[in-house]
């Protein structure tokens, strides 16, 4: 897959999470085979004022190409000024977030509000594709509600206005994660644009990879909330895509190992405060489905300290054993 001037190798690609897919994440995935990772989502308004916060989501690590810089908002003028102060950063890509469902961000102009605005979405589109001379992507849904319905309207403004690539997740607004994605949607918008289209929803396994990819004939995939304590999904897409192997389940001490060296990295990056907090929530996702996981769910909560966390992995992988 090719977007703009950038390769994408494989087009299996780590969905732009907040409050999940940061460095440390991203790194990882990129570890077990994503071949495209987009930042969390950062306000255009909030980096264009000089927030350290928004700077900081924007970081990226050397192996962390090609990757997207995702930024959010109405306004096309900040929007394209955001842009370019996301630049010093060096992504690949410009994101434009035009499919968050949370309220603070769509009942607010931004994310998946734009999908109600075709006009204003295409006049941002054309601002940021203006103001900076690497490609520009835009993220959508298959519309607002069930009454709503216009990706494919969206999909051909935004390639109008100088978007390079689409990405689609196959839901509305209202439906936020809930019931089954639409492949159909995915696979109209794929025929009505010239540029790449990248299918995103449900793909939590190579037989979803796989229906994905043949129901709608998209470009590339975009893997989201199936990575989540599964970082080697990608090793595993890879596998199966690529050569139709299908690799065996990883060990329990394998889950354990990972899950601990990506907390190492948040400490690394964000400090042991931050990164414990962030910790309940990974590790949460690591130990489903193993014995006695509820149990340790219920005590991941209360982890203060890193000692205490690789005590509760030895103790996991010895009663999974």
């Not at 897919?21 to 077990?32: H, M, P, T, V, W």
Request: aromatic letters at 6%; one cysteine or more; glycine letters at 8%.
């Amino acid at each position: 897959m090719r977007i703009g001037n950038v390769e994408i190798k494989n087009g299996i690609c780590l969905a732009p999470m907040a409050g999940i897919a940061d460095r440390a994440f991203r790194e990882l995935c990129i570890n077990y085979g994503a071949d495209y990772v987009v930042t969390e989502m950062v306000s255009a308004k909030g980096l264009t004022m000089g927030d350290k916060k928004s700077a900081r989501l924007l970081t990226l690590g050397e192996i962390e190409h090609p990757a997207a810089a995702q930024i959010f908002g109405d306004d096309p003028e900040v929007m394209a000024a955001a842009a370019v102060k996301c630049l010093d950063f060096k992504p690949n890509i410009i994101d434009i977030n035009m499919g968050c469902p949370a309220p603070k961000i769509a009942m607010n102009g931004g994310g998946a509000s734009l999908m109600k605005k075709p006009e204003l979405a295409g006049e941002i589109v054309r601002a940021v594709s203006s103001a900076v001379d690497i490609p520009v992507t835009v993220k959508i849904r298959k519309g607002w509600d069930d009454d709503n319905i216009n990706a494919v309207e969206l999909a051909k403004i935004a390639e109008k206005n100088g978007a390079s690539a689409i990405a689609v997740h196959g839901r509305t607004r209202v439906q936020m994660y809930a019931g089954t994605v639409d492949y159909d949607i995915i696979a109209k918008v794929k025929q009505s644009v010239d540029i790449p289209v990248i299918g995103n929803g449900d793909i939590v396994d190579e037989q979803s990879a796989a229906i994905m990819l043949e129901k709608t004939n998209c470009d590339g995939i975009m893997i989201g909330r199936g990575a989540l304590g599964n970082p080697w999904l990608f090793r595993r897409l890879n596998a199966y895509l690529s050569e139709c192997r299908v690799l065996p389940d990883v060990s329990i001490n394998e889950k354990m190992v990972v899950m601990l060296k990506h907390i190492q990295r948040i400490i690394e990056y964000k400090g042991e405060y931050t990164a414990m907090r962030e910790a309940r929530h990974h590790a949460a996702y690591y130990t489903k489905g193993l014995r006695g996981g509820a149990a340790f769910r219920r005590e991941i909560g209360t982890l203060e300290k890193y000692e205490q966390l690789e005590e509760l992995a030895f103790r996991i992988a010895k009663e999974n054993e």
